[in-house]
C-alpha cells in the first residue's frame, strides 16, 4: 500500500466511562431509564447510516494507525486484509469505529470487546473446566455504547454470508437472528440478579442439545461424532494421546516441546469432551462462515 497524500481529519476523542451507580437501581428503575433510552433513541434510528462530509477516509485511518505497529508486520496485516472483504472487514475495526461514533447512542455504555466480529467468537475451557463458546478476543476492549458490537458482529454475519454465496433473504434472516437473540438473551439477563449474570455461559452441551438435529441434516458424517463414545471412538480418542506422547517424547529430545508421558492423559474430560461436543459445533461453525 503505497502512501496517501489524504490524511484522516481529526475529531475530538470520545471517551466513554462505565456508570458504576446502575448497580444500585432497583430493577423498575432499570426498567423505567431503558425506557426512557429508547424513547429518546428509537430502533428506527439505527436502520440508516448517513456518512458525514468529514468522514475520514478509512485506508487513510489504517495507515495512521500502522505508525503505531511493528513495522515488518504492517505488510503481513495489509495482505491478509487484502484477501476478501470479509478479511478486510476484520482488520478494520479503527474505520468502523470512526463510522459508528457517529450513530446514535442511548448512553448506555459497557465493557465493549470493541471488535465483535463472528471470528472472535469461540470455544474455549473455562477455570471449571467447562467448555463455553464466548467472546475469546478483547485486544480492542474499552468502556463503550453497547450498540457498537452488536453491529460490529450483526455486520460481520452480512459480509461473510455475502462472501459465501447467501443471498439476500437468506443473509437478512442470518443477521435479524442474530439481533433477535441478543434482545432475548439481554431480556434474559434483566430478570435475573447480578450473581446469576456474571455466572450465565453459553455452556457447550446447550449447544449441542440445540444444534445435534441440525447438524444430524446438514452433516451426515459429522452426526457420527455427536453420539456417544463408541468403541472405535475410545481407540481413536486413545491412539491420538498416544500419539501425542510419542511426539512429546522423540521432540522433546530436540529441546522443541515436551510433553511428559501422562500429559495427554491428565485431562480426559476434556478429551471426551472435544470428540463428542466441541468437534461437530465447529464443524457446523466452519461449514457457516466457509
Not at 11 to 29: F, H, I, K, N
Not at 111 to 127: E, K, M, P, R, W
Request: charged content about 25%; aromatic content about 8%.
Amino acid at each position: 500500500m503505497t502512501e496517501r497524500t489524504v490524511q484522516a481529519p481529526r475529531r475530538p476523542a470520545l471517551r466513554y466511562q462505565l456508570d458504576t451507580g446502575v448497580s444500585g437501581l432497583m430493577p423498575a428503575e432499570r426498567v423505567t431509564r431503558g425506557k426512557t433510552a429508547r424513547a429518546e433513541v428509537p430502533r428506527e434510528s439505527h436502520a440508516v447510516f448517513d456518512p458525514p462530509p468529514d468522514r475520514p477516509d478509512p485506508l487513510a485511518l489504517l495507515e495512521e494507525q500502522a505508525k503505531t505497529r511493528v513495522p515488518d508486520l504492517v505488510p503481513i496485516r495489509w495482505g491478509r486484509m487484502l484477501v476478501s472483504p470479509f478479511t478486510f472487514y476484520r482488520g478494520a475495526a479503527l474505520p468502523m469505529a470512526s463510522d459508528l461514533a457517529t450513530t446514535p447512542v442511548t448512553g448506555l455504555s459497557v465493557q465493549a470487546c470493541g471488535d465483535a466480529h463472528l471470528s472472535n467468537f469461540g470455544v474455549f475451557g473455562s477455570a471449571e473446566r467447562n467448555l463455553v463458546f464466548d467472546v475469546n478476543d478483547f485486544d480492542e476492549t474499552l468502556p463503550g455504547p453497547w450498540e457498537w458490537d452488536v453491529k460490529r458482529l450483526a455486520a460481520s454475519l452480512e459480509v461473510a454470508a455475502r462472501g459465501n454465496g447467501f443471498g439476500a433473504r437468506q443473509r437478512r434472516d442470518i443477521v435479524t437472528a442474530a439481533v433477535a437473540r441478543y434482545r432475548l438473551a439481554m431480556r434474559a439477563f434483566a430478570g435475573m440478579t447480578n450473581m446469576q449474570v456474571w455466572y450465565a455461559r453459553a455452556d457447550v452441551d446447550q449447544f449441542r442439545a440445540a444444534l445435534d438435529p441440525r447438524i444430524r441434516r446438514s452433516f451426515p458424517s459429522a452426526a457420527m461424532s455427536t453420539a456417544e463414545p463408541s468403541s472405535s471412538a475410545s481407540r481413536w480418542s486413545r491412539k491420538k494421546r498416544a500419539t501425542l506422547r510419542s511426539a512429546g517424547e522423540s521432540a522433546g529430545s530436540r529441546g522443541r516441546i515436551r510433553l511428559s508421558k501422562d500429559c495427554a492423559s491428565r485431562e480426559p474430560w476434556f478429551c471426551e469432551r472435544w470428540d463428542t461436543a466441541a468437534a461437530p459445533c465447529c464443524i457446523h461453525y466452519r461449514g457457516a462462515i466457509i
